[in-house]
């Protein structure tokens, strides 16, 4: 099935091409991204409406760029899938709408999809994907999960973050730090500079056995440090650096650990990682070392599908709706929190 995969749960409007037919890593034909974070950065973080309001003037283009891309018409689409959940109401109903509206058009079936599957599954649109089993890690801004994916739609949680997301951490510290939206990223670039051996932040829920993880201490350790600094008079561009070094490598520590456990209890040698946070280069060194020392491999996306992406939805929805799966009595689904 030729499928067009439609995604706009949150700040980004992505449109893909995925083709079932082609073999393992060629089935993606095209994909757009139109990001809205430099509209939002203004803002300090994601304002809902005008989230919504960009995606209903940027997905109808982007379409056509992707069917143009690919040397397509609309009539040669044989299905069409977009994010159904979790994300915000207002942005998911413009995918939903559109990907209904010209579903009835074509006379082709719909399905929505979960953004945490596309999310989990992103690794397969990659040439070396990875075979199942495998424990996934999902790290973005709104989920922290560890998850055992026997195969398409058989998925079992491992554990998951009891309070924040790994992302949200990443955001929050961010905020505190002095840095713009989005965080993650630029914490990561400042801790660069960082001296990892000036302060030691906590290893959260790994005292313990178990495979949830906790990020709201974390986020008032940082809080607490940088205030110390600041009535010290020592808060200095240096301290900053060094700040967001020793709250990353807790971070990465932390989901390192859980890893190796998540590995030994269900006795897989593979990891995949997906999400925004995967992006982040100091987890992808630490865990491609501490895994491979176990014999086991690690699979991540390409960069730009780790973070929210059309490619992902289009794979999910091309999978399933060849499966014969299809939207419950034809209706559009919109589901902002979709456990
Ligand atoms: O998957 P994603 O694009 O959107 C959600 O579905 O949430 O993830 C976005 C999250 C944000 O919290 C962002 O700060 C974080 O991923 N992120 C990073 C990095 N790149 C993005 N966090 C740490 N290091 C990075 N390099
Ligand atoms: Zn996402």
Redesign the pocket.
Known sequence: MRVLGIET????TGVALFDTRLPAGEGLLADALYSQVAMHAEYGGVVPELASRDHTRKLLPLIDQVLGEAGLEKRDLDGIAYTAGP?LVGALMVGASTAHGMAWALGVPVLGVH??EG?LLAPMLEENAPAFPFVALL?????TQLVEVAGLGRYRLLGESVDD???????KA?KMLGLA?????????LAEQGDPTRFRFPRPMTDRPGLDFSFSGLKTHTLTTLKKLEADGVLDDQARADVARAF?EA?VDTMVIKCRRALDETGLKRLVM??????????RERLAVEIEKRGAKTFYPRARF????GAMIAYVGAQRLATGERDTRGLMQATPRWP
């Open positions: 749960s949150c700040d980004e994300g953004h945490m999310h790290v973005s801004g709104g989920h997301a790994a992302g949200e951490a990443f955001d961010a939206y989005p965080g993650g990223p630029r914490v990561a670039k990353e971070v997906a999400g925004g946070v995967s992006a982040n280069t100091r987890l780790c973070t929210d992406n």
